[in-house]
């Protein structure tokens, strides 16, 4: 009756890190798990459904853009095959 939401439930699970850093694995930009952990790009449903301008974002906050070939790539085509 205070006003606070009380979830009974577990969130779903996104896969966690571990998903976002083999997605970046099979794309071989895996240096770059670090970066997105510490930026909080955690949750590959929430990355995957990201636009390219979105990418772009990701790439300034993760770094990426240092290496315009990494970042070029990652925005793109996100995690899917050039």
Same mark, same amino acid.
């Given at each position: 009756?205070?006003?606070?939401?009380?979830? #009974? *439930?577990?969130?779903?699970?996104?896969?966690?890190?571990? +998903?976002? &850093? *083999?997605?970046?694995?099979?794309?071989?930009?895996?240096?770059? $798990?670090?970066?997105?952990?510490?930026e909080g790009f955690d949750d590959i449903e929430f990355?995957?459904?990201?636009?390219? &301008? *979105?990418? $772009? @974002?990701? &790439?300034? +906050?993760?770094?990426?853009? @240092? #290496?315009?070939?990494? +970042?070029? #790539?990652?925005v793109k085509f996100g995690f899917g095959e050039p």
């Amino acid at each position: 009756p205070d006003g606070r939401t009380v979830h #009974k *439930e577990a969130p779903p699970d996104n896969g966690g890190m571990a +998903a976002v &850093a *083999e997605a970046l694995g099979r794309i071989g930009l895996q240096s770059y $798990a670090a970066a997105f952990d510490s930026e909080g790009f955690d949750d590959i449903e929430f990355l995957l459904g990201l636009d390219s &301008a *979105e990418r $772009a @974002a990701v &790439a300034t +906050a993760t770094g990426m853009d @240092a #290496k315009p070939g990494h +970042a070029g #790539k990652w925005v793109k085509f996100g995690f899917g095959e050039p």
